[in-house]
């Protein structure tokens, strides 16, 4: 019966498999191979059910390009990818979280350059120079949609320095034509903190991308896509806080992460209209029997449902939390988050055998790390 369905009837009913399932199906035969590689979606619609996967990318790569590190929630497994496809070492910057990509710079020189790569296809695009050069410009993406159910998705660059200062322009990369333009100014004041008091980690909600930014206190910066109007949010505690990050929020509003110490924090919710925040989670100060750091090195992740703790360094342990109840109803905000401690290591893709190593080869190196859904579609990269 397979044999005899449409190429696209086939196509549909494989777009909604989550990853493993789809990698299976594409060994089984070269006519499912080939279906596989023909859904514009890359199988987003299975994506979207399931646990985005939790990346890590050394922070500091050498020309021998180390690998990096997956791990999925559901599977409880590690996986090393290898990224020698790629030309030049890079650092990592986001997540395309539509397409299964990851968004990179080049990690060599002062010149600041962009890349897309894909390391479950070994596939990677390198995007043309900015209009006007600069460095270390605030960098946020927008997921869209294409006609065809084809994964587009905006890049935006803010701020950034040049030889004269700090750069006043944003400009915005599109997908579908594949170049970039300008798209109005970034205030004077905006463009200093974005270019040196952020980590380069966006979160979209509500058609605004935001940036935490960490001069003195703690707060965040937006920019409303639709009008390129700029706005300051000011974040709880902002004083206080040794550790925070902004994440999305199921809700689709904004939401935030942080403590003010050893194994204290909080998951904050940004109210309709950035009124206020309201507290929607507690993170423990101890996790399965073990206290986690959660001092100032502490780096956070978090999607939907989901909130990856981490430190600098690779080796070390990581807390992941996973909201199971309604952020909505009463009660205690403990009991909406169960909370997991995942020991940072991986196994080795050797086939035929599996061999435990260290995540990095040990602790010391630093990383950074992102969620993203992954994707066996080269579309996005032709």
């Not at 494989?14 to 006519?31: E, I, N």
């Not at 935006?156 to 944003?170: I, K, N, Q, V």
Request: charged fraction near 20%; aromatic fraction near 10%; proline fraction near 7%.
């Amino acid at each position: 019966m397979w044999d005899r369905l449409p190429l696209d009837l086939l196509a549909h009913i494989f777009s909604f498999l989550p990853p493993l399932s789809l990698a299976r199906a594409m060994a089984v035969c070269g006519h499912w191979h080939a279906c596989v590689l023909s859904d514009p979606s890359g199988g987003r619609r299975g994506r979207a059910a399931s646990c985005p996967w939790f990346l890590a990318m050394h922070a500091r790569p050498v020309a021998a390009k180390p690998p990096c590190y997956v791990y999925s929630l559901e599977l409880r497994r590690w996986h090393a990818l290898p990224l020698d496809f790629l030309p030049f070492p890079v650092r990592l910057v986001a997540s395309v979280a539509n397409a299964g990509l990851l968004l990179c710079r080049l990690a060599a020189g002062s010149r600041f350059r962009l890349l897309l790569c894909n390391p479950f296809t070994r596939q990677h695009k390198l995007l043309p120079d900015l209009i006007v050069p600069r460095s270390n410009p605030a960098v946020g993406v927008v997921p869209g949609d294409a006609p065809g159910g084809a994964a587009s998705f905006q890049i935006y660059a803010a701020g950034g320095a040049t030889g004269g200062g700090y750069e006043p322009t944003l400009e915005v990369y599109e997908s579908r034509a594949g170049v970039w333009r300008r798209a109005g100014a970034t205030p004077a004041g905006f463009a200093v903190r974005l270019t040196v008091w952020t980590p380069n980690e966006s979160v979209v909600a509500g058609g605004v991308v935001y940036w935490m930014t960490s001069a003195r206190a703690y707060s965040v910066m937006g920019l409303e896509v639709a009008t390129g109007a700029w706005r300051e949010v000011k974040v709880p505690l902002a004083d206080r806080l040794e550790w925070a990050a902004l994440v999305g929020r199921r809700s689709g509003r904004l939401g935030l992460v942080g403590g003010c110490g050893q194994g204290e924090g909080w998951v904050w919710e940004l109210t309709e209209g950035e009124q206020s925040w309201v507290v929607v989670g507690v993170v423990p100060e101890e996790v399965e029997g073990r206290k986690w750091a959660g001092g100032a090195a502490t780096r956070c992740v978090g999607g939907d449902r989901e909130v990856y703790l981490y430190g600098g360094e690779l080796g070390k342990g990581m807390v992941v939390g996973r909201e199971v109840g309604d952020s909505s109803s009463s009660g205690h905000e403990e009991e909406r988050w169960e909370w997991k401690w995942i020991e940072e290591y991986c196994c080795s893709a050797i086939p035929g055998r599996e061999k435990a190593v260290a995540v990095g080869g040990g602790g010391g190196a630093p990383f950074k790390g992102v969620l993203f859904h992954p994707s066996l579609s080269p579309s996005c990269l032709r």
